[in-house]
């Protein structure tokens, strides 16, 4: 009997080894990982994008160039937006008229965002906006696009505009914490 409980606790101790063996090798290779960006974002660029980012490129392509956006009614304001931290939004270039209509069409951004540089400005991402008043009172919960929910931004805030639903889409400027953050820490307002 004792002969079976050694071979038991043999085994056992084996599987146990086993176990832990593999648990180490998983956690040095994520530990690896963090620790060099390039193997922890090595896919990054080659994912398949959200169809909401698709949607954007597909409907703002027109708008690499700025003059396009601002015969199309799109005006810049509020200068170039930076962020708290780190990372920016840039200039939006908005269409009053879309802002004011209270309604969301996904083919149809309300602000068109770029990035300035000596080399003029850059086509980044777009920003939905809707007022939140117009909005809520047609419809008993906030707005979302393709699965993705907005963010309330209340009033006062630092546009002076009232509280707005917002919604940001870096579909031609990849982020780093992904497509729709408000900061992008790969756009900057240096070049203004």
């Known amino acids: ?30 530990l690896a990982a963090q620790d060099d960006p390039q193997q922890a974002h090595k896919d990054h660029g080659n994912a398949v994008p959200a169809k909401l980012v698709q949607i954007v490129r597909n409907n703002t392509m027109q708008f690499s160039n700025v003059n396009a956006a601002t015969a199309a009614g799109y005006q810049a304001l509020f200068g170039c937006v930076s962020g708290p931290d780190q990372g920016a939004m840039g200039v ?61 931004v209340n009033s006062p805030n630092r546009y002076g505009l009232p509280a707005f639903f917002e919604l940001h889409v870096w579909a031609w400027r990849d982020s780093p914490n992904g497509a729709f953050v408000d ?5 900057s307002c240096e070049g203004q």
């Open 1 to 30: 009997m004792t002969k079976r409980i050694e071979t038991i606790i043999h085994k056992s101790t084996r599987s146990s080894l086993r176990l832990l063996v593999g648990s180490l090798a998983a956690a040095v290779t994520l």
């Open 92 to 152: 939006h270039y908005i269409n009053l008229a879309l802002y004011a209509d209270g309604k969301l069409d996904v083919t149809r951004p309300e602000a068109l965002i770029y990035e300035p540089s000596n080399r003029g400005m850059t086509l980044v991402g777009v920003e939905y906006i809707v007022d939140a008043a117009t909005w809520l009172a047609q419809n008993s919960s906030p707005p979302m696009l393709e699965g993705q929910a907005f963010l309330l």
């Open 183 to 187: 900061w992008n820490t790969q756009v």
